[in-house]
T-cell receptor, first 115, second 114 residues
Framework: AQSVTQLDSHVSVSEGTPVLLRCNYS??????LFWYVQHPNKGLQLLLK??????LVKGINGFEAEFKKSETSFHLTKPSAHMSDAAEYFC?????????????FGTGTRLKVLA | DADVTQTPRNRITKTGKRIMLECSQT?????MYWYRQDPGLGLRLIYY???????NKGEISDGYSVSRQAQAKFSLSLESAIPNQTALYFC?????????????FGPGTRLTVL
């Protein structure tokens, strides 16, 4: 079975400092992995996706994530946080159940950026 | 125009009322999904449909029903709303042949059941 764990429900960083949002997954086959961002009162926006090509994936707004099979991780990073990065972030793994693919969401990490 | 639209965007209703949330898409995708989001729980799948004649229950389908009226339209109904169905509801679409199973989300419908 597939599952995804976001290790921190809340993360606080100061503006200009690095961001690290952690995600671990479990999958019995080669997964696709995604990070989505949800700003307050907004829908879900795709940040980046891993689909078995390059293990280091670059996304929008300066975010990137590295797929590490040996650690079953897909952590999201950004070198320098901006106030506009304050939002909730979701890690998603695609799971294959009964021959069909479905999204499995993590429980989310709320990022707070301090001035 | 947005590729995936949801109506209404906000709805307040009373316990016992029947509610329908609608989703339309212009992406031409066969697969459509309904999720609910609750704080601290992420998004959970309610129902999904892989084509007009295919409807499947997700992990939390009790108390909900759906209708796939056309490739582009997928409606979610609460036959008799209850307060614990207060949540943010998202519709999504996908075309796994082209998008590595990537799903595209609507803007959400915030439902409050009093």
């Amino acid at each position: 079975a597939q599952s995804v764990t976001q290790l921190d429900s809340h993360v606080s960083v100061s503006e200009g400092t690095p961001v690290l949002l952690r995600c671990n997954y479990s999958s019995s086959y080669s997964p696709s992995l995604f990070w989505y961002v949800q700003h307050p009162n907004k829908g879900l926006q795709l940040l980046l996706k891993y689909t078995s090509a390059a293990t280091l994936v670059k996304g929008i707004n300066g975010f990137e994530a590295e797929f590490k099979k040996s650690e079953t991780s897909f952590h999201l990073t950004k070198p320098s946080a901006h106030m506009s990065d304050a939002a909730e972030y979701f890690c998603v793994v695609t799971g294959r159940t009964s021959g069909t693919y479905k999204y499995i969401f993590g429980t989310g990490t709320r990022l707070k950026v301090l001035a | 125009d947005a590729d995936v639209t949801q109506t209404p965007r906000n709805r307040i209703t009373k316990t016992g009322k029947r509610i329908m949330l609608e989703c339309s898409q212009t992406k031409g995708h066969d697969r459509m999904y309904w999720y609910r989001q609750d704080p601290g729980l992420g998004l959970r799948l309610i129902y999904y449909s892989f084509d007009v004649k295919d409807i499947n229950k997700g992990e939390i389908s009790d108390g909900y029903s759906v209708s796939r009226q056309a490739q582009a339209k997928f409606s979610l109904s609460l036959e008799s709303a209850i307060p614990n169905q207060t949540a943010l509801y998202f519709c999504a679409t996908s075309d796994p042949e082209r998008s590595y199973n990537e799903q595209f989300f609507g803007p959400g419908t915030r439902l409050t059941v009093l």
